[in-house]
């Protein structure tokens, strides 16, 4: 193919535009990569550590704006938190039922993990009074799941449309254990009541519809609180009050970032192929390895290990003949991050791919249904936005125009593979975006199309 060139534009506002000059075929792509650590253990193991007693130390640590969202919020509630980088970070932990209360608004950027499962947090401390926000997208995403559990509890938490948006404002109280159903798969949800759960006398549980990411378990095990798993009913029960103690945690690569290359990879030109390092292969979040299988795609595990409780391995990923298929049901909770990216390989598929029970992707960092339907179709795609999913034809060749990623992380990179693949100039608006996850997306992108 002729050389892909990729080219990061800066507009006065200081937004970033990415700029790709398509191939005049698809790109061969060859080589090994890395991934940063995985967002949601990122997060957790911050958290953690900021209420265990005593040091966890941190490898790994995603360097993304959520994860930095988490641990300016932490350190304005007493915990003492190294300057973050991925090869070591220490937290000195203030004990459970110790946070302090802040001298000013606690800010979670756009990181929901980080409100709501904070949120639960707070509302266990008796006493303090906490107030939280965020930017402009997360307080437009819906709160109202974890406040009503939260309500339930006997929190005492304010805000917009009663509760349902934030600012929020959260007077802590002593809680009371409760038997939660939860009418979503949400890890958020869950983890949000687990950790209210940690200061409230008695067993508090969570039961799910369909299973959800384990992340918050297998740590909060880690850190020793005490939980009751039934896999087969989809509950989970924390018993308190609990008391956690610093831990070591190694984070490994996220799969929803290597999520991109794997597609990349799988839709390029015959012969590609690319091996994905130190990939966290946890089963609550290999749906999107399953959803590929399905089309076809081929991918091997490689050096399967478990590090720090979590499953790891290397992933080998060469191009297919990828074919549509159908991802709904138990599938979708372990691959709700990895949609706008699949969609991307419909697009590639022979025949038709449908997406449905997938409505929590409307609210997100954007209405993702809609804007990868959009967007997709803007470039030549056949995509149909359902209320809950997307039916894509696939087949048809793109043609790069500008898109928008409505400051959207996992749109923007969805769209950058979308245009290595397609013909003509696809500038993508505000893709800068991506460093809430993968802050070196672009220049890995760039490292990988140089030919």
Known sequence: MSSSVIAVETKENFSQNLVIQGPTSKPFLQGRIRVPGDKSISHRALMLGAIAQGQTHIEGLLLGEDPRSTASCFQALGAEISPLN??????????????????????????????????????????????????????????????????????????????????????????????????????????????????????TT?????????????????????????PENHSVSVTGPAQLVGQTVIVPGDISSAAFWLVAAAIAEAGSELVIENVGVNPTRTGILEALAMMGADIQRENEREVAGEPVADLRVRSSNLQGCTVSGELIPRLIDEIPILTVAAVFAKGTTVIKDAAELRVKESDRIAVMAQQLNKMGAKVIELPDGMEITGG?????????????????????IAAICSTGTTTIRDAQAAAVSYPDFISTLQQICQF
């Open 206 to 230: 969570v039961i799910e519809p369909a299973v959800s990411r384990d992340h918050s378990e297998r740590m909060l095990k880690a850190f020793g609180a005490k939980l009751d798993i039934d």
């Open 396 to 416: 048809t060749p793109l043609v790069g125009t500008d898109v928008d990623s409505y400051a959207d992380h996992r749109v923007a990179m969805s769209l950058a």
């Open 86 to 203: 991925a090869q070591s970070v220490q937290v000195k932990g203030i004990g459970l039922g110790y946070l302090q209360e802040p001298a000013d608004v606690l800010n979670a950027g756009n990181s929901g993990t980080t409100m709501r499962l904070m949120l639960g947090l707070l509302a266990s401390h008796p006493g303090r009074f906490f107030t939280i926000t965020g930017d402009n997208s997360l307080r437009s995403r819906p709160m109202s799941r974890v406040v009503k559990p939260l309500q339930q509890m006997g929190g005492q938490i304010w805000g917009r449309q009663d509760g349902s948006f934030a600012p929020l404002a959260v007077k802590g109280q002593k809680l009371k254990a409760i038997h939660y159903h939860s009418p979503i798969a949400s890890a958020q949800v869950k983890s949000c009541i687990l950790l209210a759960g940690l200061m409230t006398e008695g067993k």
